[in-house]
């Protein structure tokens, strides 16, 4: 597999030192690794300049201007990957994801045995070794796009996939020049969701299970789900906007209205939001208005 990686990476420099040996170590290494600097910080490119990353002919570091999120990050990235005519398939992390050393060899192994598949993603485990399943998704409507994560009783096998994250993804040159980059203007959130969708049209996607990735990220904690951050403004106006892009449905601008009355009512009566009513009201209110009304992009008002 004629492959090459990119990697989006924002003040995380020490993961970011281990992601890429874990690229560089690969039984089948990358032609090239293509490192997105979102504007970061904290010394990262001083630190990939003193341990002698950047005169690594395998490596392609792009400093951004300013922060585009992981969304214009990953839009950035496959832009430069695309001006290269040397591969066949693209690989796609966060600067906090490392690839078990066999990663690529099983993804070709099963590539070269179904040529006819296009797309590709491996099994993303937490540091511990439990599996993340909310990085592989199935359509259970495709009216509204309702989705459910992958069940861990499916990983003992290879599965097919419906949605996936940009952790661990290997994409075809092919498959990139039809549906063309990510949209770079959702910040964050469902900017894969999004892709993957339209990747769908033309390849089927398949969990290749025994290649992993380890994402060093926390597990998510139960009694923090219901928190209200800047972040929720994204996940709302993204879904939406995405659902908008997709759906042929009749009906789906009645759904939204009836899902945020929904919402609303929740909002209102669950315990959960004691507290944060008010800012929840607020967040969810601007989300839905943009997103009726199509606008994209950061928003002033909730960034981190």
Not at 64 to 88: Q, T, V
Not at 209 to 220: D, G, R, Y
Request: hydrophobic share 35%; proline share 3%.
């Amino acid at each position: 597999m004629k492959y090459q990686s990119v990697i989006v990476t924002y003040n995380r420099k020490n993961k970011l030192i281990e992601a890429v040996n874990s690229l560089l170590n690969q039984t089948e290494k990358p032609i090239r690794i293509i490192l997105i600097d979102n504007h970061s910080t904290d010394g990262t490119k001083q630190l990939l300049e003193t341990l002698g990353f950047l005169d690594n002919p395998r490596i392609k570091y792009l400093q951004m201007p300013k922060n585009y999120g992981g969304s214009g990050g990953f839009y950035y990235g496959i832009k430069e990957a695309m001006k290269y005519k040397d591969f066949d398939f693209l690989s796609l992390s966060d600067d906090d994801a490392i690839y078990k050393f066999t990663f690529f060899e099983l993804i070709s192994k099963y590539q070269q045995a179904h040529p006819n598949i296009k797309a590709f993603s491996g099994t993303v485990q937490y540091e511990d070794g439990t599996i993340q399943i909310d990085h592989r998704r199935r359509i259970l409507d495709d009216r509204w796009y309702r989705q459910d994560d992958i069940p861990i009783t499916e990983y003992h096998q290879n599965f097919e996939v419906d949605l996936l994250s940009f952790v661990g993804c290997v994409i075809s040159r092919d498959i990139l020049e039809k549906i063309g980059l990510p949209e770079k203007d959702y910040f964050i959130y469902y900017d894969d969701t999004e892709y993957s969708l339209r990747i769908r049209k033309y390849s089927k996607i398949i969990n290749v299970s025994n290649a992993i990735i380890v994402h060093k990220t926390p597990k998510k904690d139960p009694a923090k789900q219901n928190v209200i951050t800047w972040k929720n403004y994204y996940e709302l106006r993204n879904s939406m906007l995405m659902k908008k892009k997709h759906s042929n449905w009749k009906w789906l601008r009645f759904y939204f209205y009836q899902y945020y009355i929904k919402l609303s009512i929740r909002i209102l009566f669950n315990k959960v939001y004691k507290g944060q009513r008010k800012e929840a009201f607020y967040i969810y209110n601007q989300a839905f208005k943009d997103a009726l009304k199509n606008r994209k992009g950061k928003n002033k008002l909730f960034m981190p």
